[in-house]
């Protein structure tokens, strides 16, 4: 990360702000959109934010999002007012797909909410202000320095290590097909990747590992610091394309997220590699019969959507169709499968800058799942697993990783820990 810091905000004259120019760029950006919603009065969207669900805090809604634009460019608000109210938010997508605008007026508008590019767009703009959040800096200061992120608390994190959740497996590095597994998992977590790649294996399918994997570079782009985000998209892009890669595998639906969305962004036409959701795979390659699931796992369980997967991909049938594969499982499903679906609160930069909020998030989550009579969640994202594996303690649910649920009913001796 850069030493130097953009100027804040000028000071106000005669009582109103005067903005810098790149937030009066901003504002030229974003006041139709913030106009749009700030019109509609409703709150509609405000009740599916899992921010709102739990602290019940009007400032901290998609609403108030863009009604601080609305309240900037009339010169009542500078960034500096307004900057820490957009920490309150997961990046679920649920205000999208439950904005009235997007409902009912967007085939025919053609206009679609985009609340998640907005709290991207207003941290970024913090950030290029001089505005910094402490937990962000820390976060994207570590990660800079290490090419991987902290992964929350005190696991060994460096380039050197970041295979090391794959020893003993003796898989190859390149090749046209390589396996991207994101920080937590692979510093943390190490039973996912270690899950996928023997079920992988088992199925015939050939990957190798990245010769140097960085971070992602999306959780960066999330908290507003959009140069560091470019500098290691641009360093994996050229890992690939020094390898022959043409297809990433990808476990994580945060990376899923950054390399289909940001990527592109980042580099247009240009950006040519097949991006393939390795849940949607193993869907894949059950139907084929390449993977056939025989040992019974006994256990109650339901189901947690991973909201880049659901809201945001609209990935939701092909994780039932896993698990409804794998003989002895009680599946007792809900009816919010689609957008409607339960966030954990481990999105968005909000476990690094407001941790207890993500964890009341969670024990939301595991609260509803408890309802069902069930023993276990399953999950299909390493980094809601954490605090919902705290969260279900208290009431006595397991929180388990669907791709080794998986592995374990194909008879596959995973190994890796979760450091829990």
Known sequence: MPSAEPPSEPSAEGGVPVHAPVTVEFLSD?????YNCFSSGHKFCR?????????????????????????????????EDVAEDYVNCTQCGACELRCPNTLFTGDFYRFRTRTVD?????????????????????????TDERSHEPVLGDVPVGQERVRDWAEGLDLPVGGET?????????????SVPRAVAQ???????????????????????????????????????????????????????????T?????PAYFGADFDIEIVLVVELLAELIGNGRLTPTVPVERTITYHDPCRLNK????????????????????????????WSYCSGAGGGLPVEKPELTARISESRVAKAAELDV??????????????????????????DLHELLAVSLGIEVGGSTDR
């Open 30 to 34: 974003w006041r139709d959109a913030a």
């Open 199 to 257: 079920i992988l294996r088992r199925a015939g399918v050939d990957f190798g590992l990245m010769r140097e994997q960085w971070c992602c570079g999306g959780p960066a782009a999330e908290m507003g610091y959009r140069e560091q985000s470019r500098r290691f998209a641009e360093h994996n892009l050229a890992d690939w394309r020094a390898s022959g890669v043409r297809r990433v595998l990808v476990l994580d639906p945060h990376d899923y997220i």
């Open 375 to 400: 023993d276990t969640l399953v999950s299909a994202c390493p980094w809601s697993e954490r605090p919902l594996a705290e969260a279900g303690e208290a009431v006595s649910i397991d929180v388990v």
């Open 178 to 190: 390589v396996l991207f597994v994101d920080c937590e998992a692979a510093f943390h977590r190490t």
């Open 312 to 339: 945001r991909k609209g990935v939701w049938e092909e994780p039932r169709r896993i698990l409804r594969a794998i003989p002895g499982l009680t599946f007792h499903d809900v009816d919010r499968v689609t957008q």
């Open 47 to 79: 009740e599916v934010c899992p921010v709102m669900q739990v602290t019940r805090n009007e400032s901290w809604t998609p609403t108030a999002f863009h009604a601080n634009v609305v309240a900037m460019e009339q010169g009542e608000l500078t960034v």
């Open 259 to 263: 390399f289909t969305e940001d990527y």
């Open 118 to 142: 907005l709290v991207k767009r207003m941290r970024a703009l913090a950030v290029d202000n001089g505005v910094h959040q402490p937990g962000y800096r820390r976060w994207n200061r570590l």
